[in-house]
């Protein structure tokens, strides 16, 4: 089956889906994205992530192109035509097509829109969440306004090649005072050995993830006793548990950072009941 893309009002095959070379996004990384898991053939959060994309194009002054409810018809299509039961879908949009200028296009320019659909190996992913993952540490490099979720993710590539060379799922940004702020991409969570749910807080320092937010409440129902504050690479290294949340990924538990085992190696009880219940907390339209 040939994968479907919709691109600026129309549904094409993956080998026709094309954007013009001189889109904004492709020459200054000038859009922002989401990316929604789908899960029964349905969206995960769509409410949510669609209001996180309102304020990211609204905090860059770019147009949104259609409205939440259409958009949501898109989501859907794409969804549809490319037969995804479990999976995702990716939605990202520029500021448009203009003669190249660093400063925004003349008014009225069109943003750019693109979607995209796609199974994932839903065995493969309990595999790993049943092994847990490792993680790296690399210095946060990135600018200062990453709750914005933009496309320019030039050191979340550079960081999560890292890790893959290293043999790593995920690398964790640290800041200068020695602070995890998240992950490449996914936020950031240990469990302390008295069993307080660690998360840093939301400013602009880190993304305020969907999944986090999720996470949250079911930290709140369940009772768990929950700090938002920041940790470092050392509390996180002598936690009971760690784990991190996506989309993509819900909840996968980290069994090492930087080679160092969390708490007996395996993943933790508290990680593994979150992934097993997010979807009880989650909003499926
Ligand atoms: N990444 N932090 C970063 C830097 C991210 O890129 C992401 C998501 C998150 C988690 O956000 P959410 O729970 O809303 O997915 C945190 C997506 C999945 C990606 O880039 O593929």
New binding site residues.
Partial sequence: MSRIAYVNGRYLPLRDATVNVEDRGYQFSDGV???CEVKAGRLVDERR?TE?LARSLSELRIAAPMSPAALGVVLRETVRRNRVRWG?V?LQISRGVARRDHAFPAAGTAPSIVVTARNLNLDAAEKLAADGVAVITVPDNRWER?DI?SVS?LP?VLAKQAAREQGAREAWFVDGQGRVT??????AWIVTRDGKVVTRQVDHG????????VVLDAIAAQGLELEERAFTVDEAQSAREAFI?????IVLPVVRIDGRPVGNGAPGLIATALRRDFHRYAELT
Avoid: F, P
């Avoid at 998240?182 to 936020?187: P, Y």
């Fill in positions: 994205y989401e990316v992530h996180r995702i990716y990453v979720k993710l979340n998240e992950g490449s991409s996914s936020n880190i993304l305020k993830g969907i999944t986090r937010t949340t996506s989309a993509s990924q």
